[in-house]
């Protein structure tokens, strides 16, 4: 009989194209990472993988294999984030992009005031700017003027 950590060990690798990276990303160690994936293939039938001496490369099998699996195993941990989410109190949540600096001295001694999430993100303000283009930042500080019709500044 399969077991579900099998499937979740597989597709972890298959996405790091590494047992070890794979290991590190599931906090489990390398030996255990790969008892999983010798499981699996045995339960299968065939080899998900070749290993070369740097990475290993899926098969068409395990291609196959991870185009059927990836989309279920990502629907059960939404799933499952989503039951998880609903349970806990909600906070208002922001996305602040600022020099660390000012973060420090400015930002945190505020925010014990506030019931909110914050995500910070540090960086240039070349960088921040960017963060907020592709909408991980909602807010960004900088020293620096940009000119563009979509922002307000």
Sequence with gaps: MVDFEWYRSF???YKHNSVSEAAKARIMTQPAMSQHLASLEAEVGEALFIRTSRKIIPTERGKELYSQL???IESLEETT???KSASLPTLTSIKIGTPH???TEKVLPQLHKY???VISNFGTADQLLELLKEDKADLIVTSKRFRHQALSI
């Design 11 to 13: 597709c972890t690798i």
């Design 70 to 72: 990836a989309p279920l």
């Design 81 to 83: 984030m989503n039951f």
């Design 101 to 103: 600096e000012f973060y």
């Design 115 to 117: 019931t909110i999430s």
